[in-house]
């Protein structure tokens, strides 16, 4: 388990590296393509051995998440572990981490209608068939809320430095620690500006019963393109997501597991 969670600590940082690097290409007017998940994806296929690198991500990212499953199952490291908070939360990361290696791997083999789909699409789809169940447009809006909320606390941990816990923070230089921390808070909180955005984005549609407000990562990364700022405030972004794809290599392999 401590080689799985190790991989999938470093399959995640690819994902996010690349989503950077495209969120980058769109900052400077270039780039065609998405910067979420499906862009990372396809960046990937493109390149020499690129299917073996999908499939090597795809496994990882199961890695993590059977990693996740021991953490609900039977508690994680620290003297806080098996409180009910850390396993529903490691719970939850489990079917997260399940459903993207599957997207991933979907995608490594041929079926680009699941890996490699537009967030965006997918957004509104889900938000639209969200909207037509019974109370529909509440249940929308509650889940909304939920993604700010978890946006804020993800971004508020990252400033605070929280992952010193979770870390090895002894066994690094001076230098690297400060490395770490340069990535991991301008990371996170850059992470968690992205979460909150696309969360009020989905709260928009709830209030005023339009799915089509909803967005994904990458037009709710392409938003930042359009603030008064300009292309910098997206730049700034950009320079976050690729910080936490550093970051979560850090995690791989300093990670208290």
């Given amino acids: 388990m401590k080689y799985a969670a190790r991989a999938g600590f ?60 021991t953490e609900a199952l039977f508690g994680s490291v620290g003297p806080d572990g098996h409180k009910p908070r850390k396993r529903l939360l490691a ?29 965006d699409k997918e957004s509104q789809d889900v938000t639209a068939k969200a909207m037509e169940l019974p109370a529909g447009r509440w249940l929308v809006g509650v889940v909304a809320l939920v993604i700010v909320g978890a946006g804020v606390w993800i971004a508020i941990q990252a400033a605070r430095r929280k992952y010193h816990k979770e870390m090895k923070m002894g066994a690094m230089s001076r230098r690297t ?18 979460f909150a955005v696309a969360g009020g984005f989905a ?18 990364i392409r938003s930042f393109r359009e603030t008064p700022v300009g292309p910098w405030l997206l730049v700034a972004l950009a ?19």
């Fill in 177 to 194: 620690r400060q490395l770490v921390d340069v990535t991991g808070v301008g990371g996170g909180v850059a992470r968690g500006l992205v």
């Fill in 10 to 69: 470093a399959a995640r940082g690819v994902i996010h590296l690349l989503i950077g690097v495209l969120a980058m290409q769109i900052a400077v007017g270039g780039g065609d393509k998405s910067a979420d998940q499906g862009g990372a994806l396809a960046e990937i296929a493109e390149k020499p051995f690129g299917k073996v690198l999908l499939w090597a991500l795809g496994i990882g990212l199961i890695a993590m998440a059977l990693w996740q499953l």
């Fill in 91 to 119: 719970g939850a990361l489990f079917v997260f981490y399940g459903f993207v290696s599957y997207s991933v791997l979907a995608f490594a083999v041929g079926s680009k209608s699941s890996g490699g789909n537009s967030s």
């Fill in 203 to 220: 709260l928009a549609a709830a209030v005023t019963y339009d799915p089509d407000k909803a967005k994904g990562m990458d037009d709710t």
């Fill in 239 to 257: 320079v976050g997501l690729i910080l936490f794809g550093v970051f979560s290599f850090a995690m791989a392999r300093w990670r208290k597991l």
